[in-house]
């Protein structure tokens, strides 16, 4: 894909990225930023897209982890400062650092099986993650609820297979 169409299709899809960003924020202009940030991140990794990926679910993707990582860093640097003259045990727990390089690869690995499994499996799978019931799912695909079920069984074996080496390192 070239990077015109790739520009031309990222465009298109900013009213719903905005509305995206204001679920997220609850605020407009936090849900300008955000989409501000997200779309920095899209151009900044356009070589890591790849042609026939769903590129509302890659750029959602994108959006949602930017907010977290925003969240996250607002609360620990919100959370470090203390005006106390003692500190608790609690504070100081508070304030100390973790390394999540672990959980940063996890996060990676994650991330790329959910971009390998096919767009008729992802998408019910990633809405009910996100919370959705599968009659909602079904409504919003026009496919019986059935249907919705099944390819969200098929998603997790998928994402269990591509993610295997995770269910030996937990028992060790």
Do not use: C
């Not at 520009?7 to 900013?14: E, L």
């Amino acid at each position: 894909m070239g990077k015109f169409n790739f520009n031309k299709d990222v465009m298109g899809q900013s009213q719903v990225l905005m509305d995206y960003a204001k679920k997220f924020t609850n605020n407009s202009n936090d849900a300008e930023d955000l989409l501000q940030d997200t779309l920095i991140k899209v151009y900044k990794y356009i070589d890591s897209y790849k042609e026939g990926t769903n590129l509302k679910g890659w750029i959602y993707t994108i959006m949602r982890n930017t907010f977290i990582n925003n969240y996250r860093r607002k609360t620990i640097s919100n959370g470090i400062v203390s005006q106390k003259e003692e500190l608790t045990a609690s504070d100081l727990s508070k304030s100390a650092v973790r390394n999540n390089a672990e959980n940063t690869f996890m996060g990676a690995d994650i991330q790329e099986a959910l971009m390998k499994l096919p767009e008729a499996y992802y998408t019910p799978f990633v809405m009910y993650f996100e919370g959705y019931k599968y009659y909602e799912i079904a409504e919003h695909l026009q496919i019986p609820d059935g249907t919705v079920k099944t390819r969200i069984h098929v998603a997790r074996k998928m994402l269990q297979k591509d993610l295997s080496v995770y269910k030996m390192s937990r028992i060790a």
